[in-house]
């Protein structure tokens, strides 16, 4: 009996031990068990971040290709849009032809200030002589200078003379000679624009036909309208300016359409 008592303290002992090293090993694997769970906690963490910054990147190269996309756009817009039709502005209001919002002309009852008058004088001679130099065109017998609401045109033959394409008002400008034969000088120069263009393009033409200082209306009602202020009514005058900014308008036209297609 005492043998067999010790046999089964010995076995309970190596059972006992059997169920310590169990239980070690259980702990361990228990421990790499939370090992493992918290790596992969951590590779689904740096994962997400990981795929953040790659969406982030790829939203960014997007915006960066809307962007370019939309420069481009810009740049093939900015292409076609011309300079002169952005800078000068020919349209009317009223029996007034105005550019650039500035009117030319004057009615008796509608007594447009004479500094707006000049403004607009300004405008189109500047539009004139740009246009002039776009087509690589010199003007015979004279000379266009823009300069604001003091422009004036210098004739070839006396160039100290000068025509001033701008008025001070009062009873003088219905006297003032240099004036008016400035806007004369000036149609002469419009017609000698129209007669270069032609050379060039046969289908061209100008609504209005000019001659010495007169603007005539063919399709309407058939009169001819003085461009001078001497001798003349200012509704007529008024009327002779509005069919002056119209041809020029054409003659605009014209021109930003060959820019168009030179581009």
């Known amino acids: ?19 310590e090293s ?10 790499e068990a939370l090992r493992l769970d918290q790596e992969e906690e951590n590779f689904m963490l740096e994962y997400h971040s990981l795929e953040k910054r790659r969406i982030e990147f790829e939203n960014e190269d997007r915006s960066v290709d809307y962007q370019m996309i939309y420069a481009q756009l810009q740049i093939e817009r900015l292409k076609r849009t011309n300079i ?12 007034f032809g105005t550019i650039n919002n500035f009117r030319l002309g004057r009615l008796p009852t509608v007594p447009v200030e004479w500094n707006e ?47 001033t394409l701008f008025c001070n008002g009062g009873i003088r400008y219905l006297w003032n000679s240099k004036f008016d034969l400035a806007m004369v000088a000036f149609l002469d120069c419009l017609q000698q624009f129209k007669e270069e263009v032609e050379k060039h393009d046969s289908g061209f033409s100008l609504p209005y036909k000019m001659s010495k200082g007169k603007i005539e209306d063919s399709s309407g009602s058939g009169g001819s ?24 308008k054409w003659a605009l036209a014209w021109v930003s359409s060959k820019c168009l297609e030179n581009d």
Request: glycine content about 4%; aromatic content about 12%.
């Open 84 to 95: 002169f039709n952005c800078a000068f502005h020919i349209w009317h209001r009223g029996h």
């Open 117 to 163: 008058i000049n403004a607009a004088w300004g405008q189109t001679a500047l539009l004139l002589h740009c246009l002039a130099k776009k087509i690589g065109f010199t003007f015979l017998r004279y000379r266009l200078v823009p300069y604001g609401s003091y422009s004036f045109i210098e004739p070839l033959s006396d160039k100290s003379r000068q025509l």
């Open 22 to 31: 169990l239980l070690e090993e259980r702990e361990t694997q228990k421990q």
């Open 225 to 248: 309208y003085s461009i001078k202020t001497q001798f003349n009514s200012e509704e007529r005058w008024t009327k002779a300016l509005k069919f002056m900014l119209t041809n020029l």
């Open 1 to 19: 009996l005492k043998a067999e008592e010790e046999n089964l303290q010995k076995q309970l002992k190596e059972g006992e031990k059997e169920r």
